[in-house]
């Protein structure tokens, strides 16, 4: 099955979408996703300029060598840019082998290891009460898991909320420059444990909660919050500090049994080695977009099995439908699966540019059995909503200095 071209759409359905299509001479395609948010064009140029045109007359078949001629085989190794062009690609070469096979792609990762996919859900609020009231609609809703993010009293528009414009916190079109946001770690700090104590006061010790620092805190800060969330028993803290420097999470283990959680910005299993050999996280969130595709998290995962490491991939708007259905199919075969992010399906345009098969119900994904991923990609609705460029927020200290968004 001769590869006969690969096609590069780029759409914006409320946000910006980068969509891989590989065809084949025996008419069947597959469909990736290559969605880096904010850096969106860099990767489109990544595939069209310097992929496309080595993989036109390859076997289709062979994901393993097309993964390694892509990665290897382009001496520049890793990287974000990189690791979601190969995302892409290899995605839609697993898409594709699964509509030959006639199966759904995680039959071919080696069947099912459960029936359904337990997610967490997002509750944000401008104070503790609208959080809060979020978080009774969640659980009407049937969530067992729920990441709480609140406003920090002083600051206006921090990560999680829903900032001045009352839209999803980090709806991406209409920012043509990134956005500022002002950060105070003391009234963060002095903050955070009363949101989680209102929360299990009006809620109980049932609900699995959840929070993310977004990497702002020092390993001493992140060791003292783990410390003090201790009573109200997070399912993890996520991203507590910047990893480049993996032996911060070492630090911050010894000090708190709250646990962690990690690797949304990881591209190759090298960003996550030692985090998990050391055992000093407890949760690896790597997304099949942003790091090599279904090829790579696979064996990610199996190694990280090994150090009692479960998974909870990545699960933004900014990734398409094709990549959250990438991780349904991980999940359902993954033995260490722990939990999956999720954040809704989109709005309508995004549902008229994307036909998937994932259904919510009672805090879980549904998958169906259908061949492939179980994606289509409508590319005459995808005209309708061109690309706009746009940012993730930046941080800044009141007295100007740049920090971690
Ligand atoms: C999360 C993430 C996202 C990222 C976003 C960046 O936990 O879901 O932190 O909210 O900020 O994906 O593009
Ligand atoms: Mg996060």
Redesign the pocket.
């Known amino acids: 099955m001769k590869i006969i071209d690969v096609k590069i759409f780029v759409s914006c359905p409320s946000r910006n979408f980068v969509t891989v299509k590989i065809e084949t001479d025996e008419g069947l395609y597959g469909l990736g996703d290559a969605t880096l948010?904010?850096r969106e064009m860099a990767v489109v140029a990544y595939l069209q300029e310097h992929i496309k045109p080595c993989l036109i007359g390859k076997d289709a078949h062979q994901i393993e060598d097309i993964w390694q001629y892509l990665y290897k085989g382009c001496y520049w190794r890793r990287g974000p840019i990189t690791m979601t062009a190969i995302a892409g690609i290899d995605m839609a070469l697993w898409d594709l082998k699964g509509k030959v096979a006639g199966l759904p792609v995680y039959q071919l990762l080696g069947g099912k290891s459960r029936t359904k996919i337990k997610v967490y859900g997002h509750a944000n609020g401008q104070n503790i009460d609208e959080t809060l009231d979020h978080l009774g609609k969640l659980i009407e809703d049937g969530y067992k898991a729920v990441r709480l993010q609140c406003a920090i009293p002083g600051l206006e528009g921090t990560?999680g909320t829903l900032a001045d414009k009352k839209d999803y916190y980090?709806l991406q079109s209409n920012r043509p420059l990134p956005p500022e946001q002002l950060w105070d770690t003391n009234k963060y700090l002095n903050f955070i444990p009363s949101l989680f104590k209102k929360a299990r006061e009006k809620y109980g010790m049932e609900i699995q909660l959840l929070h993310?620092v977004?990497s702002r805190l020092t390993p001493i800060e992140a060791a003292k919050l783990g410390k003090e969330l201790e009573p109200y028993n997070l399912l993890f803290l996520?991203?507590p500090v910047p990893a480049e420097n993996q032996s911060n999470y070492k630090l911050i283990r010894h000090h708190t049994t709250t646990p962690l959680a990690v690797g949304?910005v990881f591209n190759s299993i090298w960003d996550a080695k030692k985090l998990i050999e050391s055992q000093s996280i407890d949760y690896i969130r790597m997304a099949a977009t942003h790091a090599g595709g279904l090829t790579s998290i696979k064996r990610i995962m199996d190694f990280a099995s090994l150090y009692n490491v479960r998974t909870a991939p990545?699960?933004?708007p900014?990734i398409s439908p094709i990549g959250h259905a990438a991780h349904a199919h991980l999940n359902i075969w993954a033995p260490n699966f722990g939990i999956q992010?999720f954040v809704g399906f989109g709005g309508t345009d995004m549902n008229k540019v994307f036909k998937h098969s994932l259904t919510y119900d009672n805090g879980h994904l549904l998958l169906k059995d259908i061949p492939g991923l179980g994606v289509d990609f409508d590319e005459q609705e995808a005209k309708q909503f061109p690309y706009k460029r746009s940012y993730?927020p930046i941080s800044r200290l009141e007295d100007g200095t740049l920090w971690d968004w």
Do not use: Q, R, V
Request: net charge negative.
């Open positions: 948010n904010g990560y980090e993310d977004h996520e991203d949304e990545h699960g933004p900014d992010e993730l």
